[in-house]
């Protein structure tokens, strides 16, 4: 039998040893204790037994003590006890003394002498050892004649002992006998327990292997129980993990052997340990031949890597930065020596103190040659794409081509004497030529948006002139039965920057489309802030009607491409439904939301919230000058909106002006200002007021009653003039009015400032090689008061700017013998330090075309078929650069350093400002050396890498002439030299740094300017 077996039984005998040895100190202690306890009751009973015998003895004791042995000695045979006897003297003198012998006789005691009692003269006794035995010492004091005498008694103790004994051997029989039924009773108590946790110990040996066995919960003992439980619940989870890990294992087998990709195991020396099939199909090695072969004779070639190199990962970590974890490509090597690109990764686990490597190979041939498939679809694609785009451009340019004869011959057309039918039938024509063009930029518009090619230009503008420059030409007819309001809030600062002309596009759509949609009411454009800060203004756009309005379930609808909220073939408003999904797409890129609010018959509100950087200058039209600060303006105007709109563009101005609803309250006013000694320096009047009683008020105010007074009337659209304005009208102004109109008749009429510059009479300079072109421009620009000639080509433009000097060159890009581009940078080149402006005048309309020809060196950009307020726009602006008058051209020719422009950049720091000349001072003549040396060696990457060096160090002080050179040098190949003679660029070149040089040092203090 296994000794595992006594187990149990070793323990029980413990178990019972322990009891038995703390149970046998107990009897023993017990039996001891009891057996001195009884004793002791048994000397004290046998200490008073010994004082009555001696008080016996002292009384039948013969007075005097002569002879006393004889006479006690009949009382001495009834005290069997009693060993000794003695009469002593008080000094301890034995005077008698008799003891028993060990036969029980009694003789004679010959001790001379005995100890005294101490505690006086009364009897007492005391035990004391005799001749090595407990004794019971018993003292009686006698009188006699001869003084107090003592009597000595000796009791033995022999019955005491054996009362000791006796109970002592009692107790220890009846503890034994305790003993054995304890153990007894122990034994049957825990044998059951015992048992069970026997059974418990047994089961947990063999819990790993158990599979789910359970113990009986029923062993007697609550502790045995609980441990059964336990075992039990323990082995129920080590059988249910052991499934699970079991179904894990298999799944992962099956998993890695179902696997596409090669799944290799292998330990920290590189032996294989585990190889699935599809690792056998990749590579294939049986699995006896890679198990325990190393992994990189599997995969790497021998001759990549060093002889008897057998660690993979120690030649993945010569190539690759990070191995463990990462996803690398390599060309691997199968059994039959085949070279193919796979990806490999592999993945480390720790387990046990062992490390095991498993790599991932995956073949990537398909997915190699996927790819070049799509990097060949990718560049069919951008073919098509190109090709797409040179189409529309190509279209574009043949369509904007004749609709420019269409657009500009029917303008002409209409300004000389036609019969009433001949007027009708030419507007119909000009009107279906504007859809047309409408149309087609619509159609570009969403081209490049599509293609992700809108870019956004980045420029001051002048909120309040923009807005101006769109509600005019919208406004209805006089006696239509919709009007047009526009209202700015008079805490929003005018100047902005941003692309005005993509928020010009915006709102000119949604403006249209109001107006298009309502019959009856009002249209309102109303610009209010949203968040205002000193570096931004946060505006809220919001264009409102009181037409049809949107069902909801319309309104997602009409902002996607090519739908309306009516798609029916029977619907009423017509378009190609691309009008809103622009917007749309223009807001988003303007970093904004575009949503409407609506509901059928009540109307529709677009609106959306774009953010915009403060200008630095403000646009020169909209700031009130500070000659208008203490001007009396009166205002007389019926209509509430536009009374509210006036009065908040002058409270925009600083100007508090009287405004009056009707002619009453005008008049009163004028009388008032006579009377009170002041008067008014102009008066807007409306013109339906003005004309009441034929002119009335104008003749009166003519005349004596406030004379001098510059009247500006104001006029609706299009309303008819009956017969010539009288003279007292200073100007007119036609509704809506706009910020700069409003602002150049007040400066004229009242003489508080220069007046607008008009632009005229120029010298014109037209390169056009179409002869329908031709006569649209010419005709055009003679209306405008202007002279012009004709170039045909690049070349002959270029040959009359050498010949003449011309106010303004419009030049079209596509000519025969010299393109435009070409002809404007000889033009340039010829120019030398005088600036012609040169305006780009062309079909092209793609994205990027504007700002391509701005790049190029373009002063502005005009679109055929040319309109003319654009033309009149382009004039304006282009002149106004030239004249100093844009905010963008502080620099003059004469002026080659902008101090103004450059601190501006420098947020105002004179001490940069004076760091940056000192910079310049000290290295422009080794980079014109440089540039020089380089087109002198004909090396065109050295000298564009100098000239953008020198381009830009230059464009930092405005000089705008210097930067325009560099520029042209920057361009340089042997294929296409810059236009001009290089020599005298370059001459012209280090002239203007020179120049430069010198006004850069004018700008220093005094002790540095050497």
């Not at 019972?16 to 017990?30: H, K, Y």
């Not at 264009?543 to 049809?548: A, K, P, Q």
């Not at 060196?857 to 030239?882: C, E, F, H, N, T």
């Not at 520029?967 to 030299?977: I, V």
Request: net charge negative; charged share 20%.
């Amino acid at each position: 039998m296994p000794m595992s077996d006594f187990g149990p039984r070793r323990l029980l005998l413990r178990v019972t040893a322990v009891f038995g040895l703390v149970f046998c100190a107990s009897v023993i202690g017990n039996a001891l204790y009891t057996a001195d306890e009884q004793s002791g009751v048994l000397r004290e009973h046998a200490q008073s037994n010994a004082l009555a015998h001696a008080r016996f003895l002292g009384a039948t004791m013969p007075r005097p003590a002569d002879g006393f042995d004889d006479a006690l000695r009949p009382a001495l045979s009834l005290i069997p006890e009693l060993k000794s006897l003695a009469l002593l003297r008080p000094d301890g003198q034995v005077l008698a003394a008799l003891s028993r012998d060990a036969r029980g006789e009694w003789a004679t005691d010959k001790r001379p002498r005995r100890p005294l009692p101490g505690g006086g003269l009364w009897e007492h006794g005391e035990t004391r050892t005799v001749d090595g035995h407990a004794v019971i010492v018993a003292w009686a004091p006698l009188a006699s004649a001869d003084g107090h005498l003592w009597l000595s008694t000796e009791t033995g103790l022999a019955a005491a002992d054996r009362m000791f004994m006796h109970i002592l051997i009692d107790s220890l029989l009846q503890g034994l006998l305790a003993l054995l039924l304890g153990v007894l009773t122990l034994w049957l108590l825990l044998r059951r327990p015992l048992a069970a946790l026997q059974d418990c110990t047994a089961f947990a040996e063999r819990l790993d292997s158990a599979s789910g066995e359970t113990l009986p919960t029923s062993t007697g003992s609550r502790e045995t129980d609980r441990l059964a439980q336990a075992l039990n619940r323990a082995s129920l989870r080590l059988h249910n993990q052991q499934g699970a890990l079991q179904d894990s294992e298999a799944r992962t087998c099956a998993v890695i052997g179902a696997a596409i990709d090669a799944v290799i195991t292998f330990d920290r020396f590189g032996a294989v340990i585990d190889y699935n099939p599809a690792a056998r199909r990749l590579l294939g090695w049986t699995p006896e031949q890679a198990v325990q072969h190393p992994v990189i004779d599997l995969l790497v070639p021998a001759g990549e890597r060093a002889p008897g190199e057998q660690d993979l990962l120690h030649w993945l970590g010569q190539r690759f930065d990070d191995v463990i974890g990462h996803r690398l490509e390599l060309e691997l090597r199968d059994h039959e020596g085949r070279i193919f690109p796979a990806q490999l990764a592999i993945s480390a686990a720790h387990a046990g103190g062992r490390t095991l490597y498993t790599a991932f190979v995956t073949d990537i041939s398909e997915r190699r040659s996927a790819q070049a498939q799509l990097m060949q679809a990718r560049d069919a694609a951008e073919a098509a794409y190109r090709a797409k785009s040179d189409f529309l451009a190509n279209m574009s340019h043949e369509i904007r081509t004749p609709m420019n004869a269409i657009t500009g011959m029917t303008a002409l057309a209409l300004d000389t004497d036609l019969t009433g039918e001949q007027r009708e039938y030419l507007d119909l024509v000009q009107q279906s030529s504007d859809s047309l063009l409408a149309l087609i930029d619509d159609i570009l518009d969403f081209s490049r948006i599509e293609a992700g090619h809108l870019t956004l230009e980045s420029r001051p503008f002048s909120l309040r002139e923009m807005v101006g420059g769109i509600v005019r030409p919208l406004a209805p007819k006089s006696g239509s039965p919709v009007q047009l309001a526009c209202h700015i809030d008079p805490a929003i600062a005018d100047g902005l920057v941003g692309d005005p002309q993509r928020l010009r596009q915006v709102l000119v759509n949604l403006l249209s489309n109001a107006l298009k949609f309502t019959a009856h009411g009002q249209v309102e454009l109303a610009i209010r802030p949203h968040r205002l800060d000193a570096e931004t203004q946060s505006l809220h756009f919001a264009v409102s009607d009181t037409g049809i309005g949107i069902p909801r379930e319309k309104q997602e609808q009409i902002f996607e491409a090519f739908s309306q909220a009516d798609n029916s073939t029977t619907r009423r408003f017509g378009g190609t439904g691309l009008g809103l999904a622009i917007c749309t797409r223009l807001v988003a890129c303007m970093r904004g939301t575009l949503g409407v609010i609506s509901r059928p018959g009540d109307g529709a509100t677009f609106h959306f919230t774009l953010a915009f950087p403060r200008a630095v200058m403000e646009a020169p039209a909209t700031p009130a000058p500070h000659s208008l600060d203490t001007l009396d303006l009166l205002v007389i105007e019926p209509d509430g909106d536009a009374r509210t709109h006036l009065g908040a563009q002058f409270a925009h101005w600083g100007l508090r002006p009287r405004m009056c609803a009707d002619l009453d309250q005008g008049i009163g006013a004028i009388v008032s200002a006579e009377t009170d000694a002041r008067s008014f320096h102009a008066l807007l009047i409306d013109a339906s007021l003005a004309r009441q009683n034929d002119w009335t008020l104008i003749d009166t105010l003519a005349g004596e009653c406030a004379t001098g007074l510059p009247v500006i009337l104001l006029l609706d659209a299009d309303a008819p003039v009956t017969r010539p304005l009288p003279d007292g009208i200073s100007t007119t102004l036609t509704r809506p009015v706009d910020a700069r109109s409003l602002l150049d008749a007040l400066i004229v009429t009242t003489g508080a400032g220069p007046g607008t510059r008009h632009c005229g009479p120029l010298n014109i300079l037209l390169a056009e090689d179409n002869p329908t072109n031709q006569t649209i421009a010419v005709r055009m620009l003679e209306r405008l008061g202007h002279r012009v000639d004709v170039a045909g080509n690049g070349l002959a433009a270029v040959e009359k700017a050498a010949r003449q000097r011309y106010d303004l060159i419009l030049m079209d890009l596509q000519m025969p013998l010299m393109g435009g581009f070409e002809a404007m940078r000889r033009i340039r080149a010829q120019d030398g330090a005088h600036h012609t402006p040169i305006v780009a005048m062309t079909a092209h309309a793609m994205a990027g075309d504007r700002e391509h020809c701005l790049e190029a060196g373009m002063d502005d950009y005009i679109s055929k078929p040319v309109q003319m307020p654009a033309l009149l726009r382009a004039l304006d602006d282009v002149m106004d650069a030239v004249q100093g008058n844009s905010p963008h051209a502080s620099a003059t020719p004469a002026t080659r350093f902008d101090r103004s422009f450059l601190l501006q950049n420098l947020d105002g720091d004179e001490d940069l400002l004076g760091e940056i000349i000192r910079l310049y001072l000290r290295d422009y003549r080794d980079n014109v050396t440089a540039l020089t040396d380089a087109v002198a060696r004909g090396e065109p990457e050295a000298i564009s890498i100098q000239a953008h060096t020198f381009k830009g160090m230059v464009s930092n002080f405005g000089a705008l002439r210097l930067t325009a050179i560099a520029a042209g040098l920057e361009r340089w190949s042997p294929q296409s030299p810059p236009a001009g003679n290089t020599d005298a660029l370059l001459a012209e070149l280090a002239a203007e740094a020179d120049a430069l040089a010198a006004e850069l040092r004018s700008a220093l203090p005094d002790g540095e300017r050497a």
